[in-house]
């Protein structure tokens, strides 16, 4: 840096505005000449400028964006910002920091998200974002985070019913009420995109591919049993088969009962896919597999139980693909409202590769693993030809586990958090954190209800960790988990009776935790109540 015009003046001196220059290690020489225009320079000195914080943090990457697929009910609200920091958001423009009452779920790092929920079709929503960072600094002006969701457009209904009455034939001059095909497989290969095809009471003994048509946004192909109905998608064996969802977009798949396949349902090289109100049970291998970079998948409502019916994996809901490869980035899936049960193997499995994964207000029990494997299974970012480069930022909230081996691992960078656990078997963990990898990344583990005694509640093998409000670990910022605080706990009842120990008693997390597992706002009352 040159820090001026020269100094010919002795005693010499120079002055430098260090605020002009970036913080960091900087090193000093001196030249100095005779009036012969002879020079020499000095041995260099390092000097420290450490120029106070004075910008507020800049965002970017917000999302959503544009239109969401016609029947969105729920959406994930992100950004990112370039230095750690505490992001809110308003529904009205204009809105200072200090006075918005909205924090991210999921904030506290450079990345922020929260559950934007109440959605519905043709509708338009805008997100303005102001965030903090850690020195203070705010953003006076908002970062707008806008989307919409489609307005729910009507292609040509089409019908499937092999009762024999009506009699049903595969021919293209069916496909009505009156007369239906017989399969679902040949309609799938004849309907157009935003088609529905309603599938009526039955057994189908077949292997649908569903490898088309793909919907819109606007207007998702709808592949559905006949409101009232129960059809039963039936294989040639758990050794044999699974039905299939590839390489499509926009697709609705909802209320099939599943069984005696070797893997009930993949969903394989697909983006915005809902699979709902299915039963998938009594398979070879696993329940439900989400694979090959599919990615904006939601799985809700459904059951799904009695895996590994023949041999090898039995997980409930598996994300992503084995070490071996291929390479798999599986992203952005939603698993909620899900109840899974007699699982040889996890009951959900985060694969490594895979990131942004949300598993929400679940039910699992009855998942056979072990003492360092959960029934909700976070994996390594990092295994084999599997790798992700940054923070895989897993959610795993508002889940209810019991009757398991360990409930929960967290191998990687997540958020564990408002999760009800008990009765896990003899030995086992609430909570097992560790780290293959040697990661950087943060496991926060935040108000947890755990039924076990302190030393098996939350166990860290390895990695960096942020554990507070929990009811379960006897450490600083938690408390060992007693009966007395619970309305029922005999009946599983854990919401806090009054005035017991835990309310009020845990540290402020609303940077990470806005919501209780009941959907209340924390904190209630005085303070933030633990558990």
């Known amino acids: 840096v040159n820090t001026g015009a020269e100094d010919t003046t002795s005693a010499y001196s120079i002055s430098w505005d260090t605020t002009t220059a970036t913080n960091g290690n900087h090193v000093i020489t001196a030249t100095a000449r005779d009036t012969s225009s002879n020079t020499a320079t000095s041995a260099g000195i390092t000097v420290t400028v450490s120029n106070a914080d004075t910008t507020p943090p800049t965002r970017s990457n917000g999302a959503p964006s544009g239109t969401l697929q016609a029947g969105t009910t729920s959406t ?7 230095e750690t920091a505490t992001c809110r958001y308003s529904t009205t423009s204009g809105v200072a920091y200090s006075s918005m009452t909205n924090t991210f779920s999921t904030t506290g790092s450079t990345s922020h998200s929260a559950t934007a929920s109440g959605l519905t079709n043709g509708s338009s929503y805008s997100y303005y974002v102001r965030c903090n960072d850690t020195a203070g600094n705010f953003n006076t002006n908002d970062y707008t985070i806008s989307f919409s969701v489609a307005a729910q457009s009507t292609g040509n209904i089409y019908y499937v019913d092999n009762s024999g009455s009506p009699a049903c034939s595969n021919s293209l001059s069916y496909g009505s009420e009156s007369q239906p095909w017989c399969t679902l497989t040949y309609a799938v290969s004849l309907i157009n995109g935003g088609d529905t095809i309603y599938v009526k009471q ?15 946004a606007g207007n998702p192909t ?25 390489g499509s977009k926009y697709i609705t798949f909802d209320g099939f ?22 039963n998938i049970h009594d398979v070879g291998q696993d329940g439900l597999h989400i694979l090959a970079n599919s990615e904006f998948i939601t799985v809700e409502n459904c059951t799904v139980h009695d895996t590994r019916k023949w041999q090898f994996n039995g997980e409930g809901i ?18 909620r409202n899900n109840l899974i049960y007699n699982t040889i193997d996890e009951g959900i499995e985060l694969k490594p590769g895979t990131h942004d994964i949300l598993v929400e207000n679940n039910t699992i029990y009855n998942s056979t693993t072990s003492s360092t494997f959960g029934a909700i299974e976070i994996n390594e970012a990092n295994l084999g030809v599997q790798t992700w480069p940054s923070n895989p930022n897993h959610i795993v909230r508002n889940n209810i586990i019991y009757n398991t081996d360990t409930a929960i691992r967290a191998g990687t960078g997540s958020s564990v958090y408002n999760n009800i656990i008990y009765n896990t078997r003899s030995g086992n963990y609430g909570i097992y954190v560790n780290n293959a990898n040697s990661d950087a990344y943060t496991r926060r583990i935040y108000h947890n209800t755990i039924n076990l005694p302190s030393s098996n509640a939350v166990v860290v093998s390895s990695g960096t960790t942020d554990i507070k409000n929990n009811i379960g670990p006897a450490s600083t910022n938690n ?14 009842d854990y919401h806090l009776l009054s005035g017991s120990a835990p309310v009020s008693a845990g540290v402020d997390l609303s940077a990470w935790v806005t ?17």
């Not at 994930?76 to 370039?82: D, G, H, K, Q």
């Not at 959907?519 to 109540?529: F, L, M, N």
């Open 76 to 82: 994930t609200v992100s950004l990112t910002t370039n």
């Open 202 to 216: 039955g057994t189908y003994n077949e292997v649908p591919l569903i490898n088309r048509p793909n919907g819109t």
């Open 222 to 246: 709808v592949i559905q049993t006949y409101p009232g109905h129960t059809v039963i998608l039936r294989g040639n064996g758990v050794n044999t088969g699974r039905v299939k969802i590839f």
């Open 257 to 278: 009962e599943i069984t005696n396949y070797n893997q009930g349902l993949f969903v394989e090289a697909s983006s915005n896919i809902i699979v709902k109100n299915c």
């Open 318 to 335: 598996y994300v992503g693909t084995g070490s071996a490869g291929p390479l798999d980035n599986t992203n952005n899936i939603i698993i």
């Open 479 to 492: 408390i060992a988990y007693s009966s007395s605080y619970f309305v029922n706990a005999a009946g599983s």
């Open 515 to 531: 919501t209780d597992k009941d959907s209340v706002s924390r904190p209630q009352g005085v303070g933030w109540d633990l558990g």
